[in-house]
């Protein structure tokens, strides 16, 4: 048998059942599994002895027959979501100290179903970042590594930690956030699965916010099933955030085995953006063949308003997180850094607390809802995210999912990109127009480059439809055989 830490978290569970080993065996592997790869940084904080004693209470729970879907299976938490006595920093170091008295939603409907918490994973600063590397921790490091290079990649962001601990086997799966991208992108990066649900589809509350509009909570993990299974728990309305959507969650893992004959496949063509590396272009064109082969009908659509997505959700996003940020003041939340005054107070804790990306958020987000501004920016913005929900309101009268490449490269070197924040807000091409109209999307690693690194086809589905989502990204993943992992060299 594999080392435990290397199953499918599918596997884990049949595993747990059969009791081929005891939650507090898997929880274990996993635990010296994260204690040799700290060079990755992918936890900020890993809560030995929690874990231990929850897998403990999983056992007796077992032996009880009083189990859960998840019962006995070690998580990794993005630290973006409060989690109660466990520090939470969301990459900042404003939060450096704050432990909440709560758990959020999410994570508390994992625990519900009996998962165990490994710890806290690594992020960009409030999750603004596509490459971890904004994180006032350090970054993360890929463990994917490019064929015979030493050069350390980024994993991708701002669930870096989270993608980066999946990938190389230091958790069955993990919590993530999305509101541009940053549970897809990374997933694309590090050969897992990321899935984006529908805006409501899982509770906000207790997630530290970055843009409340667009901010949403989904699963990374190794393969689509196990994506399933983590959204099953993950999901659901919550009286707690007035935007929770008050739907039936259906069985997702019974999705992914959904017949695709007669799905109608739209292609954007609008995502054929200049200076695409041909190799994406190629995956993008089997992913059509593959999809072909099971029967879907493959139809070009167009989505005319996508050139404005980028510009637009860069003044919305920072417009929300300027309004939210205002609240780390030393006063109400944050680390205080003492002035002679209070406006020297104020400027020590905002200007030193906040690194360089969120204090340039900030900047922009205030500047765009100025008055005399908001009209120009903030209003317009608005307006061109109107056009772009309906676009896709368009699209999907005449198909059913649309198929595009996650990003437009495979991972980078760390420090290759992060002094041109421009050619960073790149990354998110492909996936910030299903955050400006609150779809659904999933990331399905589906071939290595030629440089041996992966790459990811996007599903972007209906509103409230993952469940298609589900079925075409698991039909993805069989065709691509995509089975690899990065070679450990840490
Ligand atoms: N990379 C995007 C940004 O920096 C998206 C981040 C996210 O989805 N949290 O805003």
């Not at 509770?203 to 983590?230: H, K, M, N």
């Not at 804790?349 to 900047?363: D, N």
């Not at 779809?439 to 469940?467: R, Y």
Request: aromatic share 8%; hydrophobic share 40%; with cysteine.
């Amino acid at each position: 048998m594999s080392k435990l830490n290397e199953l499918t978290l599918a596997e884990a569970r049949k595993g747990l059942t059969d009791k081929t080993f005891s939650a507090r065996e898997l929880t274990s592997a996993h635990l010296d599994a994260i204690e040799s790869a700290g060079v990755l940084n992918a936890y900020l904080l890993s809560t030995t002895d929690l874990a231990l004693t929850m897998a403990d209470a999983s056992d007796a729970r077992r032996m009880n027959a009083q189990t859960g879907p998840l019962d006995g299976i070690p998580l990794g938490i993005k630290d973006l979501f409060c989690t109660k006595g466990v520090r939470t920093t969301a990459g900042s170091k404003i939060l450096g100290d704050f432990t909440p008295t709560y758990e959020s939603t999410v994570s508390a409907n994992l625990w519900r179903d009996g998962a165990v918490m490994l710890g806290k994973l690594n992020l960009d600063e409030f999750a603004m970042g596509s490459s971890n590397e904004t994180s006032a921790f350090g970054p993360v490091v890929n463990p994917w590594r490019a064929k015979g290079e030493a050069q350390n990649l980024v994993p991708g962001g701002s669930s870096g930690g989270s993608a980066a601990a999946v990938a190389a086997q230091l958790c069955l799966g993990a919590t993530a956030t999305d509101t541009g991208g940053s549970i897809r992108q990374p997933a694309s990066f590090t050969g897992t699965v990321g899935v984006k649900p529908t805006y409501g589809r899982c509770s906000r509350w207790g997630i530290v916010a970055f843009a409340s509009s667009l901010d949403q909570a989904g699963p990374i993990a190794r393969t689509v099933e196990d994506a399933a299974i983590l959204l099953n728990s993950m999901a659901g309305y919550d009286p707690k955030d007035s935007t929770s959507i008050k739907a039936d969650v259906p069985d997702f893992t019974a999705a992914c085995t959904q017949p695709l004959k007669g799905k109608r496949i739209g292609i954007p063509k609008e995502y054929r953006v200049d200076g695409m590396p041909a190799e994406i272009e190629k995956l993008w064109a089997n992913g059509m063949d593959w999809l072909r082969a099971e029967g879907c009908e493959i139809i070009d659509v167009s989505l005319p308003h996508t050139k404005y997505a980028l510009p637009a959700y860069y003044i919305i996003a920072p417009a929300e997180a300027s309004s939210n940020l205002a609240r780390y003041d030393g006063m109400r939340y944050g680390s205080r850094i003492e002035g002679a005054d209070l406006a020297e107070t104020y400027q020590n804790t905002r200007g030193q607390g906040f690194g360089e990306e969120v204090r340039r958020r900030i900047m922009i987000g205030t500047y765009v809802l100025s008055a005399g501004f908001y009209d120009a920016y903030y209003i317009r913005a608005q307006k061109v995210r109107a056009r772009i929900t309906e676009d896709f309101k368009n699209v999907f009268e005449k198909c059913d999912a649309l198929l595009t490449p996650t990003t437009p490269s495979s991972a980078f070197g760390i420090g290759a990109r992060n002094n041109d924040p421009l050619q960073m807000y790149l990354n998110d091409i492909f996936t910030v127009t299903a955050n400006l109209a609150g779809l659904p999307g999933i990331s399905v690693p589906a071939a290595l480059d030629n440089t041996g690194l992966p790459l990811g086809l996007q599903v972007i589905g209906k509103a409230l439809d993952e469940e298609t989502c589900f079925a075409v990204g698991a039909a993805l993943e069989r065709a691509a055989g995509f089975n690899t992992r990065p070679g450990k060299w840490w």
